[in-house]
């Protein structure tokens, strides 16, 4: 009845505002229910909200307790501080932009480049530890798994021959399958093919060490420029970089950026301009401004234009002119998710402008590493660098037992 008062009321007052008098009390109604459920909406967002503040500390039914002084049951001033304890460690007080950026912890480098080559050893080594798993004895059905495995991990038809012609000769007296021991060979047979360009560099008698970089179009090479350039720099060396690609769009200016980066003074003509013109410049204003590293940037190139690697020559007679016996390197940069086509590659710049160490960008993205193998192993080429990442550290220099032991290592 109460209920019905109210109601009218409320109609009467709709009418007097202007609601025509037949619908007032179904307007008072509707006014009622949306009155109702905003209540309730704020009933709601009141509870999430306490739910989602930190709670106090707890006391549980059977937990030890003594009086306040106010005569308020209060936990023991020990589960009290254990308490305080577990709440410190669990939730540290923020550190300051600028400490969190100092103690930021490095990750181990044997750590990242395991995991840069996560790809090809689950690919390599995990398939392989599978196929042990299934076949108790060195069998053909065993060696012609094994040899697909190899194939497909882009080793190469000739190092994957090589490679099952060797563990089957050390293996031909063993009546069962030694998981272990069969790893341990292949890793040591895949050790032998690889020729690593080591950590240092040349030194040149006079003048700066000159690195002339070459590849195809979109295989990173003003990037590996830029990271080198960042290591050099890093060493406390002056740096001079040539921007040599004088044809794509932007290539001088991406230079120009890593320049800025790194500290280092970019030599640039306009776009379209002479690429030996530059090699000159760049190596007059090395030599000039005693920079002890001179890294030239080229235009990508395919392989198969003979005009162009002509070209290639011509910059490498230039350089040699203005500092004798350069460039000191001559560095391949092959990207290694193009697999076969990067030994393809490899083979004609080697014909073309005596590579002298090639640099394997992208290794990280691909589970076919076995590239390192059949470039290394079929051409005598030194693998000089190698990229697992982005980052200016994740170009590093190449190491046969590193890369033996990420990806054969058991944790």
Request: hydrophobic share 45%; net charge negative; charged share 25%.
């Amino acid at each position: 009845m109460e209920l019905e008062v109210w109601l009218n009321r409320i109609a009467d007052f709709l009418v007097k505002a202007g609601v025509p008098a037949e619908h007032g009390p179904m307007a008072a109604l509707a006014l009622v229910y949306l009155c109702l459920t905003l209540l309730s909406l704020l009933i709601v967002v009141a509870l999430l909200r306490r739910n989602m503040r930190s709670p106090d500390v707890v006391v549980q039914a059977d937990d030890q307790v003594e009086p306040s002084e106010s005569g308020e049951v209060l936990p023991l001033r020990e589960d009290v501080e254990e308490a305080a304890v577990d709440e410190e460690l669990a939730a540290p007080e923020p550190l300051p932009v600028e400490e969190r950026l100092v103690v930021e912890e490095p990750v181990n480098l044997f750590q990242r480049m395991r995991a840069g080559l996560n790809k090809t050893r689950s690919s390599l080594v995990g398939r392989v530890d599978a196929l042990l798993g299934t076949h108790p004895r060195l069998d053909e059905e065993f060696l012609e798994e094994l040899e697909e495995i190899l194939i497909t991990a882009d080793f190469g038809m000739k190092a994957t021959q090589e490679l099952v012609q060797a563990l089957t000769a050390r293996l031909k007296d063993v009546v069962q399958n030694d998981p272990g021991q069969l790893r341990k060979i292949l890793a040591e047979e895949i050790r032998a093919r690889l020729k690593d360009g080591g950590s240092d560099w040349p030194v040149p008698e006079n003048g700066p060490l000159v690195i002339m970089v070459v590849g195809v179009n979109g295989v990173g090479k003003t990037t590996t420029i830029g990271k080198l350039a960042k290591q050099f720099a890093d060493q406390g060396k002056k740096v001079v970089l040539g921007a040599g690609d004088t044809f794509r769009a932007a290539a001088a200016e991406q230079l120009e950026v890593w320049g800025t980066r790194s500290g280092s003074d970019v030599i640039r003509h306009k776009e379209g301009s002479d690429p030996g013109a530059v090699a000159f410049d760049a190596v007059k204003a090395a030599v000039a401004r005693k920079a002890d590293v001179m890294i030239l940037d080229t235009a990508g190139r395919l392989h198969t234009k003979a005009n162009l690697m002509e070209e290639l020559k011509k910059i490498r007679r230039v350089v040699d002119r203005e500092v004798p016996g350069a460039p000191h390197e001559t560095l391949l940069v092959l990207d290694a998710t193009t697999g076969q086509n990067a030994l393809v590659q490899a083979k004609m710049f080697r014909e073309a402008v005596e590579v002298s160490g090639v640099a394997l960008t992208k290794l990280d993205g691909t589970a076919k590493g076995g590239i390192v193998v059949a470039i290394s192993s079929q051409l005598d080429l030194p693998i000089r660098l190698i990229g697992i990442g982005e980052g200016v550290a994740d170009l590093r220099p190449f190491s046969a037992d590193e890369f033996v032991a990420a990806l054969f290592a058991n944790n």
